[in-house]
């Protein structure tokens, strides 16, 4: 069975930081792909950063420079850590997976709640 276990949502002011794990069962972590994706009230989700099983990060344009994506596979988790917080970026984070080799297989979890507000 395979399970995505998001942590470390929670309410941070404007200015802070979090960082939100993703911890991953049932897969071969090493060949998959994993991303952080966000989706605000009345918003469609989106892409927020991804990393390869190589290690190379990806991020929207809206979070570079502040958030820092990262992985370990030898516990089987991904990183999302997230500085200088803004309301904007009040949303459910997501973590995904997503295998690299045939057969595709894509997975998500259950989602993380970040609120950012005074």
């Known amino acids: 069975q395979v399970q995505l276990v998001e942590s470390g949502g929670g309410l941070v002011q404007p200015g802070g930081s979090l960082r939100l794990s993703c911890s991953a069962s049932g897969i071969i972590f090493s060949i998959y792909t994993m991303g952080w994706y966000r989706q605000a009230p009345d918003k469609q989700r989106e892409l927020v950063a991804t990393?390869?099983?190589?290690?190379?990060?990806g991020y929207a344009d809206s979070v570079k420079g502040r958030f820092t994506i990262s992985r370990d596979n030898a516990k089987n988790t991904v990183y999302l850590q997230m500085n200088s917080l803004r309301s904007e970026d009040t949303a459910v984070y997501y973590c995904?997976?997503?295998?690299?080799?045939?057969?595709?297989?894509?997975?998500w979890g259950q989602g993380t709640q970040v609120t950012v507000s005074s």
């Open positions: 990393i390869t099983s190589g290690g190379t990060p």
């Open positions: 995904k997976g997503s295998k690299e080799r045939l057969p595709i297989r894509v997975y």
